[in-house]
């Protein structure tokens, strides 16, 4: 491939941890992405390429490949500790300028054997962050060997498009942004009670193994409750689950004005 350098070969080993491939580097920094620009999902999730990870010691029989996050993030920070010059990656979620949070990602340096694997920490780490805290804005202070595949990412990869349209368009009805900044935020977390009263009409439902449980009440006053008895376990018809749920969701809404 054109442009991408060779930086370490073989074996390479870094304290406890064994790097068994070569690692390259792409003048862009956009490491080891050749699939990332496809749309081949299945390619870019290759977690445990040339055995890089840490396996489970029980392996799920139906996913034999299953990488738990917290096992990666524990050998993650672990390297980064072991080293002598780590980096960091500062990134700041803005939800508007009085709701923000903030969190310091631990990378190695870009000639460090395993820095092929700063961006996909990176973007997992991100992607968890926003579907966790949410945000429409995204400010980056980092090394551009990350911060540039992240906006690739982004703005280009099916995944990442995903996320920019439902946190952007759809949750905060905002253009989603990802961006490189030298600014420092601090977290600003706020909270805001939500509901709290009893006004307008709702429906209470209780789903249950033996019983199905509903209420409709209108400012506050019962309406209707009532309890209706159902064995879901044998009727393996989706369509009679649903339509089970449905006639008693309808039952407790005739009581209320249309």
């Given at each position: 491939m054109d442009g991408i350098k060779p930086v370490a070969h073989g074996n390479v080993k870094v304290g406890s941890f064994s790097f068994p491939t070569a690692v390259t580097?792409?003048?862009?920094?956009?490491?080891?992405?050749?699939?990332?620009?496809?749309?081949?999902v299945a390619d870019i999730w290759t977690w445990n390429m040339n055995g890089f990870w840490n396996s489970p010691q029980h392996r799920p029989e139906l996913d034999p490949d299953f990488l738990p996050a917290i096992l990666c993030w524990q050998q993650w920070t672990s390297l980064c500790q072991s080293i002598s010059s780590p980096i960091t990656l500062k990134i700041a979620l803005l939800r508007s300028p009085e709701s923000v949070t903030t969190f310091t990602l631990p990378l190695v340096p870009d000639h460090h054997p395993a820095a092929q694997w700063n961006f996909r920490v990176a973007e997992r780490i991100l992607k968890f962050l926003l579907w966790s805290r949410g945000g429409h804005q995204v400010a980056l202070r980092g090394p551009d060997s990350v911060t540039h595949p992240l906006k690739h990412h982004f703005s280009h990869h099916p995944c990442g498009i995903f996320d920019q349209n439902m946190m952007g368009d759809r949750i905060y009805l905002s253009p989603f942004t990802i961006t490189a900044s030298d600014q420092e935020f601090r977290d600003i977390e706020t909270s805001r009670p939500l509901g709290r009263h009893l006004h307008g009409c709702r429906i209470g439902f209780d789903l249950g193994a033996s019983d199905r449980k509903v209420a409709a009440v209108q400012d506050g006053k019962p309406l209707f409750s009532e309890e209706f008895i159902w064995d879901p376990l044998p009727q393996s018809d989706p369509d009679w689950h649903f339509n089970q749920i449905t006639d008693v969701l309808k039952r407790a809404a005739a009581h209320l004005p249309r």
């Open positions: 580097h792409h003048p862009e920094s956009d490491h080891f992405l050749s699939a990332e620009k496809s749309n081949s």
